[in-house]
């Protein structure tokens, strides 16, 4: 299992930043990151963007996209990736790297999608990433998997070739 300190580890080594967009997870990726001493150094932060309306007005989301496919979709998650690198810019500078994701924890579905169904999405560059997850369990475990599926792409993203 890919840690949290060996991701910011990597994102430090490369010298890159990252934020992180939070739907499901509702910042326990951000918390995980920023659990490592030194994090600061490559976490600018994160935005939690529970309620759809939020995706769009923090993190420009295109409203047309959500209205047509709701939040939980792997376009709406590589969106909010690349929204979140803007929306927290330092001194005009985006993230290097934008982490999101979106999801249905449960207990009940959600726009027609059931509980257990991720996109964790990656933008960097021109690059982006989506990976679509079918997770079992209760809230918690799907939330907590989440993170660690989220860490588990972005390290595989550090570490390997990149387009």
């Given at each position: 299992m890919i840690t949290a300190?060996?991701?910011?580890?990597?994102?430090?080594?490369?010298?890159?930043?990252?934020?992180?967009?939070?739907?499901l997870t509702g910042g326990l990726l951000a918390?995980?990151?920023?659990?490592?001493?030194?994090?600061?150094s490559v976490v600018v932060g994160g935005v939690v963007a529970y309620q759809t309306p939020v995706k769009n007005s923090?993190?420009?989301v295109p409203a047309d996209?959500?209205?047509?496919?709701?939040?939980?979709?792997?376009?709406?998650a590589v969106a909010m990736a690349s929204g979140v690198r803007r929306a927290l810019?330092?001194?005009?500078?985006?993230?290097?790297?934008?982490l999101a994701t979106?999801?249905?924890?449960g207990p009940d579905p959600q726009d027609g999608h059931a509980p257990g169904t991720v996109y964790v999405a990656l933008s960097a560059g021109g690059e982006a990433r989506v990976t679509r997850l079918a997770l079992e369990g209760d809230r918690e475990t799907?939330?907590?998997a989440t993170v660690s599926?989220?860490?588990?792409?972005?390290?595989?993203?550090?570490?390997?070739?990149?387009?």
């Open positions: 300190a060996q991701v910011v580890h990597e994102l430090d080594r490369q010298g890159l930043t990252i934020a992180v967009a939070e739907s918390a995980e990151l920023v659990s490592v001493p030194g994090a600061s923090l993190l420009h996209l959500l209205a047509t496919r709701g939040a939980v979709d792997p376009d709406v810019a330092v001194d005009g500078k985006a993230a290097d790297v934008g979106t999801g249905v924890a799907i939330r907590s599926e989220s860490l588990s792409m972005l390290h595989d993203w550090l570490t390997g070739p990149r387009e």
